[in-house]
């Protein structure tokens, strides 16, 4: 299955149902697969966009029960950024990935930018256990060369030491690939009125 423009338009009408109190259709997950996913939000200032949550689950979970639950989280609990607000609406774009392919790989720099994203593992300078990941069209949009998406992904992940060759040795990476899809409120707003005119056809 790809990621859909009606997977995000599900999305935001998870996130109209918290902010407006509005009760959410049901959706059945009885026959949908199951998939890791990710559901990012963006918000347009002055013709840029600009990151507004972004959180997701490596654990493959029924489609639409993933989607109300990363929905709320990446809008509302993503703890770099204060809770989206009715007054942002009209400048949303959501964009939902649906992850797959997961290798293993024997050497964090065997994966290609632009195809794949990475999920690493490492020790940072106190021993602790620490991961992050960057979705597949990060390093491609930022501009970054494999080696600089490591030090980002270190840092993400909360490394503070020096990052040295060994270092980037020592990480454990997997690669995996996403199926991504995006929508502006503006276009889910005309998805909506277009539903609603034709079950009213059809009444």
């Not at 109190?21 to 009885?30: E, F, N, Y």
């Not at 002055?46 to 489609?63: I, K, N, S, W, Y």
């Not at 949009?141 to 998406?149: A, Y």
Request: proline share 4%; aromatic share 10%; charged share 30%.
């Amino acid at each position: 299955m790809k990621a859909t423009q009606e997977h995000c338009q599900y999305c935001f009408d998870v996130l109209l149902s918290r902010l407006f109190g509005r009760p959410l259709a049901h959706v059945s997950d009885s026959e949908s697969p199951e998939y890791p996913l990710f559901v990012s939000w963006h918000k347009n200032v002055d013709g840029e966009e600009h990151l507004r949550g972004c959180v997701g689950t490596f654990t493959a979970q029924p489609l639409y029960e993933g989607l109300r639950r990363y929905a709320i989280v990446s809008s509302m609990e993503d703890s770099r950024f204060r809770p989206i607000n009715k007054a942002e609406l009209g400048s949303l774009t959501c964009e939902v990935s649906l992850l797959t392919d997961f290798e293993d790989v024997d050497y964090p720099m065997d994966w290609e930018i632009g195809k794949h994203g990475v999920w690493i593992e490492f020790v940072d300078h106190h021993g602790r256990s620490r991961t992050a990941t960057f979705l597949p069209h990060i390093a491609k949009e930022q501009g970054w060369t494999k080696l600089k998406t490591m030090e980002h992904l270190l840092r993400k992940g909360g490394f503070r030491g020096e990052i040295t060759p060994g270092t980037i040795d020592s990480i454990k990476l997997t690669r995996y690939q996403s199926s991504k899809a995006s929508l502006t409120y503006d276009e889910y707003v005309d998805a909506r009125r277009l539903k609603q005119h034709q079950a009213d056809s059809e009444e």
